[in-house]
């Protein structure tokens, strides 16, 4: 596989490297264990997007895995013009999902998560209470309901979209966008048979490598295979550091910042 062995590795090798900092440079050192060597496919291959691939469609591949992905199924994906949230559009796709229904804080965004695959209609969820918010799931859901939530956003918004499963739904928490960490009443999961899990990418590295291994060698995979496309919304140079970081508080970015050397 593509990411099977950190052996091996050669002057001029394409690699990913997952590091715990030191990345803003134009050169570093890290363990060999934390890289993934690139197969030769790779030659021609935007090392941008190599960059945006790995965390953001890594938490999301593992998310729908979590989440017991069905063929047919409908994914609602809040923060979906987000980096993990676009990757969550395309992966539930590519994993079978008939509808995925996108919810960001604006039209803007929300056209962005479209073109990205979602459904034409999705729930922009900027300025509107909990109550308001599941209005308008159930208006776009329809009869079909939502199986599956992936939620980057937690507060209110949590609660709403768990309350709006089918019976047997999964929820799959993976970020606090909010800034708020809710709490869940265990009843709402006990009603409708509901499932939450949490879903952690970089603790993997110590407690499953294996697990984010093999994920990470479909995605590479499908990325070579033009199945995914990282989405890249800024590419500023090393001394722009501080505008790669206003853009991404401000909430003005969409998919993944990306600092180039």
């Not at 965390?55 to 199924?73: D, I």
Request: net charge positive; with cysteine; proline share 3%.
């Amino acid at each position: 596989g593509y990411a099977a062995s950190a052996a091996g590795f050669h002057v001029g090798d394409r690699v990913i490297a997952v590091c715990r900092g030191g990345t803003y440079a134009s050169e570093l050192q890290t363990d060999r264990r934390q890289c993934l060597k690139l197969p030769a496919a790779a030659a021609g291959a935007d090392l941008t997007e190599a960059a945006a691939l790995l965390v953001s469609y890594g938490t999301a591949h593992l998310a729908l895995q979590r989440a017991r992905l069905v063929s047919g199924e409908t994914v609602l994906v809040t923060a979906a013009a987000g980096s993990v949230g676009l990757a969550a559009v395309e992966l539930a796709k590519e994993m079978g999902a008939a509808r995925v229904i996108a919810a960001c804080g604006s039209d803007a965004k929300l056209k962005v998560a479209q073109g990205r695959g979602a459904e034409p209609v999705g729930v922009n969820y900027a300025g509107l209470g909990a109550k308001e918010f599941r209005s308008k799931l159930r208006a776009v859901a329809g009869e079909q309901g939502i199986d599956v939530m992936v939620d980057m956003v937690g507060g209110d918004l949590l609660e709403a979209g768990i309350r709006s499963l089918n019976w047997n739904g999964r929820a799959v928490v993976v970020g606090f966008a909010s800034g708020s960490i809710p709490s869940i009443p265990a009843n709402v999961l006990l009603v409708k048979n509901v499932s939450v899990a949490g879903v952690y990418w970089g603790a993997h590295l110590t407690q499953d490598p294996a697990t984010l291994l093999a994920s990470a060698d479909t995605l590479i995979g499908w990325w070579l295979e033009g199945k995914l496309k990282p989405h890249v919304c800024e590419r500023l140079p090393l001394a722009e550091a501080n505008r790669a970081f206003e853009l991404v508080q401000s909430r003005n970015s969409t998919g993944k910042v990306v600092l180039m050397p």
